[in-house]
């Protein structure tokens, strides 16, 4: 079965440090993975993906992503945190051979000033 | 970028009403459109599937004669709750995807509207 684990319900860091927020999937053939952000009572935001190619790939707002076939993951990385930074972020893939964009639980960052 | 717009963002109603939400892709042709349904601190659950010109997917245990689902254009899909309940409130989110390279599983992104909080009394 296809599926996405995002094994930090919460992560803190000071502001100006670097952060990791952690992804694992399971699907089968080649993943199509995303990250997509969630400020309070709006929508989501696409972040990055990757599709093929290089491991690490870039995003918005100076986020990075690092694909990592054996440890099937793809954690989000950002080399200096903003307190603007703090909101809910979800890992995603494609299931399969499907249209089906499946979901991790979120991580919610929060940046301390 | 794309952008996908979703009106009502807030509805406040009593029970027994139907309520429609609209989602809209403003800059790009959406064959498929998606429906979500949020509750407090989870993660986003898809609702159905929104092909333009045919019948929704609904996935399982979602009531199709509940969730109405119509997607009439390239550009518009609208979901009807009808007879809602105050067990219906929660946050929904679509989304819509542009149409990738002749593959099913599609490499494009879904982008979502910005969510309609809906309240039944």
């Known amino acids: 079965a296809q599926s996405v684990a995002q094994p930090e319900d919460q992560v803190n860091v000071a502001e100006g440090n670097p952060l990791t927020v952690k992804c694992t999937y399971s699907v089968s053939g080649n993943p199509y993975l995303f990250w997509y952000v969630q400020y309070p009572n709006r929508g989501l935001q696409f972040l990055l993906k990757y599709i093929t190619g290089d491991n690490l790939v870039k995003g918005s707002y100076g986020f990075e992503a690092e694909f990592n076939k054996s440890q099937t993951s793809f954690h989000l990385k950002k080399p200096s945190a903003l307190v603007s930074d703090s909101a809910l972020y979800f890992c995603a893939v494609y299931g399969g051979a499907t249209n089906k964009l499946i979901f991790g639980t979120g991580t919610l960052l929060a940046v301390q000033p | 970028g794309a952008v996908v717009s979703q009106h009502p963002s807030w509805v406040i109603c009593k029970s027994g009403t139907s309520v429609k939400i609209e989602c809209r892709s403003l800059?790009?042709?959406?064959?498929?459109m998606f429906w979500y349904r949020q509750f407090p601190k989870q993660s986003l659950m898809l609702m159905a599937t929104s092909n333009e010109g045919s019948k929704a997917t609904y996935e399982q245990g979602v009531e199709k004669d509940k969730f109405l689902i119509n997607h009439a254009s390239l550009t518009l899909s609208t979901l009807t709750v009808t007879s809602a309940h105050p067990e219906d409130s929660s946050f929904y989110i679509c989304?819509?995807?542009?149409?990738?390279?002749?593959?099913?599983?599609?490499?494009?992104?879904?982008?979502f509207g910005d969510g309609t909080r809906l309240s039944i009394l």
């Open positions: 989304s819509a995807r542009a149409p990738g390279a002749g593959t099913r599983r599609s490499n494009q992104p879904q982008h």
């Open positions: 800059d790009f042709q959406a064959t498929t």
